[in-house]
């Protein structure tokens, strides 16, 4: 538990107060990317993606803790490292999934036709 957001703060509104795991991700170019984990068995986690670990909720990039799958959409330039961490609200943990990659969307208003499933645009 290296990191411990406490409630009601400027990233994800909720404590992180449980087992966390970070990774590093880079850009494979200029571009939107997306970042969703999904818990095992629905326990509660949250998903924070920040360009500095040193401090996370001065450094955040995106972060959400919405509900029990939790996702983040965001740009990075070509080469851009960010710091994916999944941490565990509540202290609660356990396995998840994790999925990343580029994104056309992130809500049906983002496309210009269509719908916004698993962040791409289709009609």
């Known amino acids: 538990d290296d990191y411990t957001l406490v409630d009601a703060n400027l990233c994800t509104g909720h404590n992180s107060i449980g087992g966390d795991v970070v990774y590093s991700l880079e850009s494979p170019g200029d571009g939107r990317m997306f970042v969703e984990a999904i818990p095992e068995g629905g326990w509660d986690l949250s998903l924070y993606v920040v360009s500095d670990c040193g401090n996370p909720a001065r450094n955040r990039v995106a972060c959400s803790d919405t509900g029990l799958s939790e996702s983040v959409v965001f740009d990075l330039e070509a080469g851009e490292s960010v710091f994916v961490v ?21 809500i049906d208003v983002d496309c210009q036709q269509g719908r916004c499933v698993d962040f791409r645009c289709v009609e």
């Open 86 to 106: 999944v941490d565990g609200s509540n202290g609660e943990g356990g396995p998840f999934d994790l999925r990343w990659g580029p994104a056309d969307c992130r």
